[in-house]
Nanobody
Framework: QVQLVESGGGLVQPGGSLRLSCAAS????????MGWYRQAPGKERELVAR???????DYADSVKGRFTISRDNVNEIVYLQMNSLKPEDTAVYFC???????????WGQGTQVTVSS
């Protein structure tokens, strides 16, 4: 059974940093594009960043230069390093796994990130 377990969320002051982790299990990790999405109250879920099986990275314009996505194919973890956090980054962050060889997709349960003074 495929599982994605996020961790690392919390409360941080503006300008601070957090690192989110998403530990995967039950899947062939290296064939999945891994992504981070977020959903703020009253808004639709949006892509934050994703990293392909080959390591290509794609970012939302709003986080470019501040966030970095990376993956550890040995330990089957995807990270999101978030720096220079802003109040508008406040949202529930979801990990996503999308297979590169079939239509399968899996979501994590989400982790809350709150940026506030």
């Amino acid at each position: 059974q495929v599982q994605l377990v996020e961790s690392g969320g919390g409360l941080v002051q503006p300008g601070g940093s957090l690192r989110l982790s998403c530990a995967a299990s039950g899947m062939t990790f290296e064939v999945y594009t891994m992504g981070w999405y977020r959903q703020a109250p009253g808004k639709e879920r949006e892509l934050v960043a994703r990293i392909t099986t080959g390591g290509y990275q794609d970012y939302a314009d709003s986080v470019k230069g501040r966030f970095t996505i990376s993956r550890d194919n040995v330990n089957e973890i995807v990270y999101l390093q978030m720096n220079s956090l802003k109040p508008e980054d406040t949202a529930v962050y979801f990990c996503n796994a999308r297979s590169s060889i079939n239509p399968y997709e899996k979501w994590g349960q989400g982790t809350q990130v709150t940026v506030s003074s």
